[in-house]
C-alpha cells in the first residue's frame, strides 16, 4: 500500500505555494516510513521553487531538513524502529560504488546523489517530493539518528545548514587554537559560529553592517569585524586558518584573502558562480586557497548531530505554520528571520483545499 | 675585506643588460662565499629587469638560480667548506622567528623573506645583487648542499624552476597512483612533469598547442590534453588530484577546473594578477580549489635537490655565455627556450666594459 500525503507544493516559479496531496512509495525492505514533525526552510528552496537554477520540475514540494518520527520500517532495516526520532537532509540515495560513495563523501557521488526534492528516484524513476509534507519514504542509509538530546524543532536545521558548515570545519581540521572566520550572520553562518566555537576556535563574524554584535556573541563569535571599515580589515592581516563565506550572492572575495594566514583556506558554501577578478597574487604569495564545500557525507551528519547533541547546539529557530510559508519566503529574501525559519508541520493537518 | 666582482644588470626597463662592477661584503661569521659556476634565467629575471611589479631599484644584477663552489667561510659555518658545491635560490634571509619561519615556510616568512636581488639585506641595509656575477656572500642558513650525482650546470634550474613544482606536489601529497596534470610546457612545466612522475604519479600535459607530444613524453608525462580541443577536455572530466598551472599570464581557468576530481587542487605558480569569472559552483558542488604556491622553504628546497639526485633528474637546459643574456630574454619571451637557460659564468671572465 502507498500512503497519501499532504504536502505544500509549488507549481510555477512564480506561483505562491499551496496544497498538494500526492502518494508516497510502499516501503521496500530497506525503507524507513517517517511522520515529519518539523522542516526546516533553507534558502534553497526558495530557488529551487522559482527557478533560478534552471531545472524546477512542477509541482516542487521542497524541503531537506527533516525531523520525524519512525512509523514503519522494511523487513531488512535494522537500524531503525517504530518511535525513534529521525532525521533527513539533502539526499535520499547515491550510487554507492563510486570512488566518493566509498570514502563516505556521498554529495560528492561521481554518479549524482539524488536530492531529496525535485529530484529522481533511481529505482523507479519517480520524482523525489521534500519535507514539506506529512511523510516521506527514505532508504535506511540516508536516515540520521536524531540523539534524545536534540530539541527537535531547534535539530531540522542541522540537517543542512549545521552539516554545510560542520564539513569544512571538518575538513580543514579546525580544533583548539584554530582561528576561525565566518562572513555573513545568517542561517549558515550563526550555525557557522556555534560549531567553530564548539570546536574550540577563536571565532571572528565578518559583517557588512554594524547593529550585531551582540548577537553574534551570544552565538559565539570573538570579534567582530565591519568588513566595509578598511581599518577593522587591515587590522586581521594574516589572520586566519580557515574562512567560511556563506553569503549567497556574488560578491567581492578578494578584500578577505589578505585576512588568511599563510595555508588558509577560504571556503565558499553559499554562493554558485562566476567571481569578479579574483586575485591570484595573494594565493600564490602565501598559499592561499579558495575552495568549495557542498553540504556532507552520510556518516559525517550523523557525526554532526552527535556533536551538537553533546555540545547543546541547535539552531536558532522562529517556529511558523505552514499556512504561512509565503510571508516567511518573503522575509528570508530580506533577512528578516533570526535565523532559520522552521515549519511545524502539525499545522499541515489544519490545512485544506481552498 | 670585500670582494670586487664582475656582474650583468640591468640599468632601466627599457636597456640592455651590460657590464657592472660592483664590491660583495666581506664574510660575516655565519657567512658562505660562493663563486658562481652557473645561473638560471627565470622568466621573473625579465619581469622584474623591466619593472613589469614596479618595484625594480637600478642597477639590478638579476639571478636567482646559483649554482657554485665554497671558496671561503666566516668562523661560524659548520657546515660547508671550501671546494663544496652549493647552491643558492630565491632567497637569501628571513626573520627566523615567526610562525612560518618556524614551520620551514621561509618563503612566506610574516615579515618578509629577503630575496636574493633587487632586495634589502636585513644587517647592513644593502641593495641584494643576484647570481649574474661572479661571487656571491650568504649566510649558511641559506645555502643549499648540491649532491654530487647532480650536473652542475643543469642544477642551477632546480633552485627555482625545480622547488616551485616540487613544493605544490609535495605540500598536496603526491605519490603513487596520484592523478597529476601540468598546464604548459616551459621551465616550470617541464620541472612539474619530471618531478610528478618521479613521484610516481599518472602524469598529464595539458598544452594549447600540439606537436609537443614527444617532448612531454619524454619528460615524463603519459598523456598529452589539447586544451583547447573540448572532447579532450570533456574526457579528463573528474580526474585530477591536483592539477600545476604554470603559466605566467592571464588565462581562464574555468576550463581547467572540471577536470579536477572531487577534493582536487589546482595550484597556480606562475601568474600573479586577476582571474576574469571564476566559477564558484564546480568548487562548491565537488569540494574542489584553487590555490597558489611560492617556490618552497630551505629544508624542501635540500630535499628536493636530493630527491633529484635520487633520481637523476635535471633541468634541460641551453647554456649560453652572459654576452647573449639580452638575446636570450628575446627568445624567452618567444617561448623559444627548451626548456631553461642557464648562464655558464666562466664567460664573465672574458667580458670587459665596453
Redesign the interface.
Known amino acids: 500500500m502507498s500512503y497519501p500525503v499532504k504536502s505544500y507544493a509549488a507549481h510555477a516559479p512564480t506561483a505562491r505555494l499551496g496544497l498538494f496531496e500526492f502518494e508516497r512509495r510502499s516501503p521496500r525492505p530497506d525503507d524507513v516510513v517517517i511522520e515529519i514533525l518539523y522542516c526546516g526552510i533553507c534558502h534553497s528552496d526558495l530557488h529551487n521553487t522559482r527557478n533560478d537554477w534552471g531545472h524546477a520540475r512542477y509541482p516542487m514540494v521542497p524541503g531537506h531538513e527533516i525531523i520525524g518520527r519512525v512509523i514503519e520500517v522494511g523487513p531488512e532495516v535494522t537500524r531503525f524502529q517504530p518511535g525513534d526520532p529521525v532525521g533527513v537532509g539533502c539526499m535520499v540515495e547515491s550510487c554507492r560504488h563510486c570512488?566518493?560513495c566509498g570514502k563516505g563523501?556521498e554529495q560528492?557521488c561521481?554518479n549524482g546523489a539524488t536530492y531529496t526534492y525535485n529530484h529522481q528516484d533511481p529505482v523507479d524513476g519517480t520524482r523525489t517530493y521534500g519535507g514539506y509534507s506529512e511523510k516521506i519514504v527514505v532508504t535506511e542509509r540516508f536516515v540520521l539518528k536524531v540523539p534524545e538530546a536534540l530539541d527537535l524543532a531547534g535539530a531540522a536545521p542541522l540537517l543542512c545548514a549545521g552539516i554545510t558548515t560542520y564539513s569544512p570545519l571538518r575538513?580543514w581540521q579546525v580544533g583548539a587554537g584554530s582561528r576561525v572566520a565566518i562572513v555573513g550572520l545568517g542561517g549558515l553562518g550563526h550555525m557557522g559560529l556555534k560549531l567553530a566555537k564548539a570546536m574550540g576556535a577563536e571565532v571572528t563574524l565578518f559583517s557588512r553592517t554594524p547593529g550585531k554584535e551582540a548577537d553574534a556573541r551570544r552565538l559565539g563569535a570573538d570579534h567582530i569585524v565591519i568588513s566595509t571599515e578598511a581599518a577593522q580589515m587591515a587590522a586581521m592581516a594574516?589572520r586566519f586558518d580557515l574562512i567560511i563565506d556563506t553569503v549567497p550572492y556574488q560578491h567581492d572575495v578578494n578584500p578577505y584573502v589578505p585576512t588568511l594566514?599563510?595555508?588558509g583556506?577560504l571556503v565558499?558554501?553559499g554562493?554558485?558562480?562566476?567571481?569578479?577578478?579574483?586575485?591570484?597574487?595573494?594565493?600564490?604569495?602565501?598559499?592561499?586557497?579558495?575552495?568549495?564545500?557542498?553540504i556532507g557525507g552520510i556518516a559525517e551528519t550523523q557525526d554532526m548531530l552527535d556533536f551538537c547533541a553533546a555540545h547543546g547546539i541547535h539552531s536558532d529557530i522562529e517556529l511558523i505554520r505552514i499556512q504561512d510559508i509565503n510571508e516567511a519566503y518573503e522575509r528570508m529574501l530580506r533577512s528578516d528571520v533570526k535565523y532559520r525559519f522552521v515549519i511545524d508541520m502539525a499545522s499541515l493537518k489544519d490545512a485544506s483545499s481552498a
Not at 272 to 280: Q, Y
Open positions: 570512488g566518493a563523501w560528492y561521481e575538513h594574516g594566514a599563510s595555508n583556506t565558499m558554501v554562493y554558485l558562480g562566476p567571481l569578479e577578478d579574483l586575485n591570484t597574487a595573494p594565493l600564490v604569495l602565501n598559499r592561499k586557497a579558495l575552495a568549495g564545500s557542498l
